[in-house]
């Protein structure tokens, strides 16, 4: 929640607060076992922050509503802010029980005993007025021992348990998600105490010293709370709700600050030396959005391109990683809307930064109906710079396309320099090189995890004559647009500039993007491929003048090799529009990284 919303809060419980606290005491009394005897004061802490300047000022504005509220220097530099002091732990957990009711102090406040506090700087006649010197005793001729006070009662596990069942479900929770942020807890955050949350107090306890009973008395209680406020104050984790984008979240914003708005992006710069950048996302629409989203940001300098990645059709994920940074990108596609975070931050910062990630992906919440406005349209027919507008994009060696022609996402392309690639890539998934024919100029490449594509080819059982309409899909332009170019022309001849059977020219101009994208009949079969235009015949093409080689010659060769291409049936001539789309489904891009 924003500072603004949190003022405006504040002022509107002031009255019921003042109220609320004047009857406390009372009802917080009556409440507690009357077995429970006095052991110790207690506090509950409700805030720390990181300077003495902030912490005062804060407490200007809570001493309206609460005027036992006190401030404390905590270990490691920070200033904590405190209610109380109550005369047991017992009686301040039924205080911060019935306030965290009403609504009047934030939700991760917790019961925290003196042994924690240093010197006390609020109220300010507190740390002003020393503290009278006791009078010396009189002098006498004998001296009565004051009587040894009698000790505190010593904690049991019926006692932990009874405190336990008292603090509720939501106190429970709270227990749950401080055990998930020191890590050794994976379980559901729903306030129920089964074998997993026992077994995760248990290896916290014996982490730390303690028996590992599973059951956390006070002091336990106390260390464990304080060690997650005083890490996440450390790290600034704040409610944010970003209105503009409709998104809900926990943001550290001790390491980031919000920078400005580019949709569908809310971009969060790095504070100070942190090298942690977050971006909110945010846009309407659908599938094809959410696939040419997931596209574009696989192309990021932020997104390494090593680290799992998944995509499906709500939604998909991406993790990059390499020596200097890693990131993750969590997206969600719900009721035509698009929305999701990347969090971006140096590798040497992982073990704390997972931490973070677990806060956010927790937090994360939709906010209405609500969207940044889009500067998009299809992802068909944008321009991948409009998309990622302000972010640097990771450019491959080259890029051309491919043809799919199995059910797994292999893809038929041109071999030339291949060799020569770090990794490659077919729609930014990994693969590999299956097998390479340097006669005909042919690879073919392999995912290295199935790809379902949209359409596998079909190769053509009748060859087209001399003067036949052809038609060439490729992505011809690989860093403007995210799908292909379908561009017509007519089939010149059968044979190659020398006379070479298997090859075909072609009265169709083509781009460096097309090399290696399907030529496809006038009933959508496919002709052949397109061949690079290099060497010395380059200098002796027209200028709307391509090589491909023939399916006569691709199909022995891909059946040798086990990929048995697909027939296709005879058919009548297509619709332009109609070759476009199932251009649109056979192509593929393939990218060669170093």
Not at 179 to 205: K, M, N, P
Not at 342 to 359: I, K, S
Not at 450 to 465: Q, Y
Request: hydrophobic share 45%; glycine share 10%; aromatic share 6%.
């Amino acid at each position: 929640m924003g500072a603004g919303k949190r003022s405006a809060r504040r002022a509107g419980m002031r009255g019921m607060t003042l109220t609320l606290w004047a009857s406390l005491a009372a009802s917080v009394a009556a409440s507690v076992a009357p077995g429970l005897a006095a052991a110790e004061t207690a506090w509950v802490q409700i805030e720390a922050l990181p300077t003495l300047d902030q912490a005062q000022m804060r407490l200007r504005d809570l001493s309206a509503s609460f005027p036992d509220a006190a401030g404390f220097t905590l270990p490691g530099g920070w200033y904590g802010l405190a209610l109380g002091p109550y005369d047991t732990p017992e009686i301040a957990a039924e205080a911060l029980r019935q306030l965290r009711n009403a609504g009047a102090i934030p939700p991760d406040s917790y019961v925290a005993d003196a042994t924690r506090y240093r010197a006390q700087f609020w109220p300010p006649e507190a740390a002003e007025t020393p503290a009278a010197p006791s009078p010396a005793p009189a002098p006498g001729p004998t001296a009565e021992l004051a009587p040894e006070l009698a000790p505190p009662p010593v904690e049991t596990l019926d006692d932990a348990r009874r405190a336990e069942e008292a603090m509720g479900r939501e106190g429970r929770m709270k227990i749950q998600e401080a055990l998930e942020w020191v890590g050794v807890y994976t379980g559901g955050v729903d306030g129920a105490f089964g074998r997993g949350t026992r077994a995760s107090i248990a290896a916290w306890q014996d982490s730390h010293g303690f028996e590992p009973t599973g059951v956390l008395k006070s002091a336990e209680l106390t260390e464990l709370l304080g060690t997650v406020m005083t890490e996440k104050s450390a790290l600034g984790i704040t409610s944010v709700e970003e209105t503009k984008a409709g998104i809900a979240i926990d943001l550290p914003l001790g390491l980031v600050e919000f920078d400005h708005y580019d949709p569908p992006f809310v971009h969060y710069r790095a504070r100070g030396n942190s090298g942690v950048r977050i971006l909110l996302i945010s846009e309407p629409g659908d599938q094809n959005t959410l696939y040419g989203l997931y596209d574009a940001m696989a192309t990021l300098e932020i997104v390494p391109p090593n680290g799992p990645r998944e995509r499906g059709k709500t939604g998909f994920s991406l993790v990059g990683e390499d020596a200097q940074i890693h990131s993750v990108t969590e997206v969600t596609l719900s009721k035509g809307l698009i929305k999701g975070f990347t969090l971006v931050y140096p590798a040497a910062d992982a073990p704390r930064m997972a931490r973070v990630l677990a806060a956010m992906k927790t937090s994360f919440k939709p906010l209405g109906d609500t969207a940044l406005d889009p500067t998009l349209g299809q992802p068909m027919a944008v321009g991948r710079a409009d998309l990622i507008a302000g972010l640097d994009v990771r450019h491959p060696e080259f890029a051309r396309s491919g043809l799919f022609i199995d059910a797994k996402g292999a893809v038929l392309t041109a071999a030339e320099g291949l060799s020569a690639c770090g990794k490659v890539t077919i729609e930014g998934a990994p693969a590999k090189i299956a097998f390479a024919d340097p006669g005909l100029g042919i690879a073919v490449l392999q995912p290295l995890a199935p790809l379902a594509p949209p359409a596998v080819a079909r190769f053509e059982t009748v060859t087209a004559g001399r003067g036949a309409a052809l038609a060439v899909a490729g992505f011809s332009y690989p860093e403007a647009l995210s799908a292909p170019v379908v561009s017509f022309g007519t089939l010149s001849d059968l044979t190659g500039l020398a006379g070479e059977p298997e090859r075909a020219r072609l009265a169709v101009k083509t781009l460096p993007g097309d090399v290696g994208g399907p030529v496809l009949d006038g009933a959508g079969a496919v002709f052949g491929m397109v061949l690079p235009q290099g060497g010395e015949t380059a200098r002796l093409l027209p200028p709307e003048m391509t090589v491909a080689v023939q399916t006569s010659a691709l199909v022995p060769v891909l059946a040798a090799q086990g990929f048995a291409p697909r027939a296709a049936e005879p058919g009548g001539t297509l619709a332009a529009e109609d070759i476009s789309a199932l251009a649109q489904g056979v192509t593929a891009q393939i990218a060669c990284w170093k």
